[in-house]
């Protein structure tokens, strides 16, 4: 078990491309995966926008494999592989701590012994780790729970920290895809627009402000407080794997920080591709999860 708290993180895993075309957010999450490698986890976690679902679920897979789950973009693609191992032991302490958290709705925690790996997961994890030797599970994520809610669930896994696993939200920072696909905006360099920058630095700026203070209830009311915030997440799902990762940074509303040691933000990827479509991606420090007990 290891003996220190790892880090959590929220990834903006962008378009596949960022596979084959990596850009400057390719190259950050390099050397994040450099960084992480030198504190390596026995397991992965990975809460992807691209596994939604109804209720909570986890998967059990005893190998991983990479679910090509898109279509209309280069064969290339198609050919990435991920056969990380599975860890299903660490899924069942995922579901034990959900259901002692007792949270409305997301108690309990199903098990999918088939679902693989889909590109909200293995592709930011072809980065970070790319010999695909550290074991990967899945959280499904439900779109129906508020932000608040997600946070809850990330605080009830708080403790995993403590027990080497690696707790990752992945999504989009901005993710409007009809302007996307309807633009003719090169996937490097185009300048954000100017509504993409707005709700970047309001959402920036609540993050900063609700792990200094403890209150996260103006991050939680994003989507009425936020500038074109609709406008930037037509649909919220690649938002609130944001909200399980600081959840599992903060830890439990018991654990009192102590002067100086609460949770903090590292931004790691400071990029727009296609000009509308944010990469921020965020590494969460400290924290005090609650005592972690052996899986």
Not at 51 to 66: D, I, K, N
Not at 246 to 259: C, D, F, R, S, T
């Amino acid at each position: 078990m290891a003996t220190s708290l790892l880090p959590t993180l929220y990834i903006s895993h962008g378009s596949p491309m960022l596979a084959l075309d990596p850009g400057a957010t390719g190259a950050a999450l390099d050397a994040l995966g450099a960084r992480l490698r030198q504190m390596p986890p026995r397991a992965i976690l990975v809460i992807s926008a691209h596994w939604s679902y109804s209720t909570l679920a986890v998967t059990t897979r005893v190998r991983q494999e990479a679910w090509h789950d898109f279509g209309g973009f280069a064969p290339q693609l198609f050919a990435l592989r991920y056969d990380a191992p599975g860890a299903p032991v660490v899924a069942q302490r995922v579901r034990a701590l959900l259901s002692e958290a007792a949270i409305d709705g997301a108690s309990y925690v199903a098990e999918d012994p088939d679902r693989p790996l889909d590109h909200g997961a293995w592709m930011p994890l072809r980065y970070l780790f790319p010999d695909a030797d550290v074991p990967v599970l899945q959280l499904a994520l439900n779109p129906c729970l508020p932000p608040a809610t997600q946070i809850e669930i990330g605080r009830a896994l708080a403790p995993l920290r403590g027990e080497g696993v690696l707790i990752i939200g992945s999504g989009s920072f901005t993710h409007n895809l009809h302007e996307v696909f309807s633009g003719t905006r090169a996937q490097h360099g185009p300048a954000p627009l100017p509504y993409v920058e707005a709700f970047r630095t309001w959402m920036l700026t609540a993050i900063d402000e609700a792990l200094a203070s403890g209150d996260f209830s103006t991050l939680a009311r994003y989507r009425t407080l936020a500038p074109e915030a609709q406008r930037a997440h037509p649909t919220d799902e690649h938002l609130l794997p944001l909200y399980v990762a600081l959840g599992a940074a903060v830890g439990p509303q018991a654990a009192a920080a102590p002067q100086g040691k609460g949770a903090t933000c590292e931004r790691i990827v400071d990029e727009v591709t296609y000009g509308v479509l944010a990469m921020d991606t965020l590494l969460f420090h400290g924290g005090v999860p609650a005592l972690a007990q052996a899986a």
